[in-house]
């Protein structure tokens, strides 16, 4: 009776144990696991990835389908929208990343999480909509994290193939006094995934040249100062909504107040 008595006892721990790390996404996935995703692309299949910043105002997004595709970047406000054309053949092998990773079969957890961004991905197939998300308080198991992974890196590769013909150099120059004041220094863009710092003892140049694509963009450009300005304060700073056009050769930045940079396009 005792043997009985501890033989039960194990495998109720067991069973506990095994919860226990299938709750915190440490067990594999099934590898036996069927998806019931269709072999070939349906007709009218639609793919949209985004990309969520958490608590900050900036979120990016793709959307694929066989009459539209475009990238779209959200910031601040300003939105840069570019369209691109898929072939079938394009279609048919970003769709079997999904089959191959069994995207239907991808398992999630959840952890109560604050302000976390991350990564949604939506499948719409035969009237119904495969979603897996790796945002907020939701995470991807383990186990199915390099599946999840392949699938989102297939999409921003031919992704990636079709706008990066479409980028055109933009110059940001910036006025003399703006560099003599500034000790470091930093440049982003978020609709244009542009980040470029300048540390102190770095040589801030007059000219940078960066990517981007026409369109609207939110440009941020901020420089700590060498000494206190007029105003109190130690640093120079500006938002500014840009529109490029393919003629639109870059920007002059200077200082428009004490503290305040300003912007004017040339050609």
């Known amino acids: 009776m005792k043997i009985h008595h501890y033989a039960i006892l194990l495998f109720i721990a067991a069973i506990a144990v095994l919860f226990y790390l299938s709750q915190k996404g440490i067990l594999p996935d099934n590898p036996l696991a069927v998806s019931k995703l269709p072999k070939k692309r349906p007709k009218g299949m639609v793919i949209e990835m985004g990309n969520g910043g958490g608590m900050l105002p900036i979120s990016k997004g793709v959307y694929i389908s066989e009459d539209s595709c475009y990238q779209r970047n959200w910031a ?42 991350g990564t949604s991905v939506y499948l719409r197939i035969n009237r119904k909509t495969y979603q897996v998300h790796n945002a907020g308080s939701t995470y991807i198991r383990k186990g199915s994290q390099s599946n999840f992974g392949e699938v989102v ?113 040339f050609q």
């Open 76 to 117: 601040y406000r300003v939105e840069n929208k570019t369209y691109f054309k898929l072939s079938n053949q394009e279609l048919d092998q970003l769709y079997q990343t999904f089959v191959d990773n069994k995207f239907d079969r991808i398992r999630t957890l959840h952890s109560q999480t604050h302000d976390r961004g």
């Open 153 to 265: 890196s297939n999409i921003k590769k031919i992704v990636a193939a079709k706008i990066s013909p479409l980028l055109q150099d933009f110059s940001i120059q910036l006025n003399q006094e703006v560099i003599d004041l500034s000790l470091s220094g930093h440049i982003s863009s978020p609709t244009a995934n542009i980040s470029k710092g300048f540390k102190q003892g770095d040589n801030i140049p007059n000219n940078i040249t960066l990517k981007f694509l026409p369109g609207k963009h939110h440009l941020r450009i901020s420089f700590t100062t060498k000494d206190t300005l007029t105003n109190g304060k130690k640093y120079l700073g500006g938002a500014f909504e840009l529109n490029i056009n393919p003629s639109t050769k870059g920007i002059r930045v200077l200082r428009d107040s004490s503290s305040v940079l300003k912007f004017e396009y």
